[in-house]
């Protein structure tokens, strides 16, 4: 059975981190772009960062400012976000989620998701 499940949300203060994994079963994962969303209620699913399967680049929402980062363990079939600088616009529930061809912005473009973590950002 494919799955992905997330991992490491919270609530946090403004200025600190937080480490979000996605671990992978029944597939495996390196063969996948693996893409990192967010979403809060009333607002779409956004694009927060990707990490392509082939070639090893990663992508990340302009907006975030070099804040985040995003990793993958292919031994462990994980991938990572950490967080750093966490702003209270940061929270949202963040989900990941697997591409069989490549990394896009788009949420219709990914094949499986986990069911997201939340992440909240408050002192």
């Known amino acids: 059975q494919v799955q992905l499940v997330e991992s490491g949300g919270g609530l946090v203060q403004p200025g600190g981190s937080l480490r979000l994994s996605c671990a992978a079963s029944g597939f495996t994962l390196r063969y996948y772009a693996i893409g990192w969303f967010r979403q809060v209620p009333g607002k779409e699913r956004e694009g927060v960062s990707c990490t392509s399967s082939s070639d090893g680049n990663t992508y990340y929402q302009d907006s975030l400012q070099g804040r985040f980062t995003i990793s993958r363990d292919n031994a462990k079939n994980t991938v990572y976000l950490q967080m750093n600088s966490l702003k209270p616009e940061d929270t949202a529930v963040y989900y990941c989620?697997?591409?069989?061809?490549?990394?896009?912005?788009?949420?219709?473009?990914?094949?499986?998701w986990g069911q997201g973590t939340q992440v909240t950002v408050s002192s």
């Open positions: 989620a697997a591409a069989s061809i490549y990394c896009s912005g788009r949420a219709d473009e990914y094949d499986y």
